[in-house]
């Protein structure tokens, strides 16, 4: 059991500490002028097809709301521990209800509009309400009360990419996409339990590994435990890849490839 988790470095990189920036101005620009809310279409898109392939990868990477938890609010936040009810299924499928219930709704009004010409002001205003104003304040809130990534353990558009990736390994497309995270030798881990510690989602991947890897669903690829595990055994890799190295067809030595990530 983790009893401390630690703020601590985060390799961010310029999309992780950028993207926040498109969350002011969407959510509170798109209050003003809608058709801001457009944008959002494109970004639901790459974050399925991300989904698709990489897990959540998007947000761990790419989100906006997740820069703005990680990179701006960490320092402000109390950073306690997520409480085990955000992580229960029964709420996550009832938020992820709610929230697609309430954005089919909208988006049914607005396609009431369909073919004149308020019909794009309107559609866009769906998106900043649904998809940026609720998350906005709600993450917000969780982020400074208990921890940064608070809302992400239920968030409706990470649960949607779990629905992704599920399909994908389903369709069998994403052996050679999805990395995980990965042990080079368990033998040599000395259970110091840090991997744990900084952890943004609070996953404990030494405990967990499957096949040398950490395959937990909600992991978002982040790399925070990769750049502080003290003895240097995380990296990065596909199932494939790990199979491949493992059966001895590529020459690695395991302990080279435990490499930091930016
Ligand atoms: S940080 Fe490294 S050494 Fe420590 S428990 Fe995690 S994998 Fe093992
Ligand atoms: S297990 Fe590692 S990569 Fe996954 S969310 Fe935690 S710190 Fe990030």
Redesign the pocket.
Known sequence: MIKKHLKTNRSFTITKKAAWLVVPLVAAGGLYYPLLGLAVIGIMLAMMVLGLFKGKYWC?NICPHGSLFDFVLMRLSIFKKIPVLFRSPLLKWFFFAFFMSMFSYRLGLALGFLGETEFTTRLGAVFVNQYLVLPTIGGVILALAINPRTWCTFCPMGTLQKIMNKLGKQLNINRHTEEF?TIADQESCSECGK??R????Q?E?YQSWDDDQ?R?E?????????NNCPSEL?Y?TTSSDRKFSREGSKKQEPGNKATKVA
């Open positions: 761990g995270i991997c744990a900084v952890c943004p989602m996953l991947p950490f937990d909600s992991c978002i690829k982040c790399y925070t435990c990769i995380l990065s």
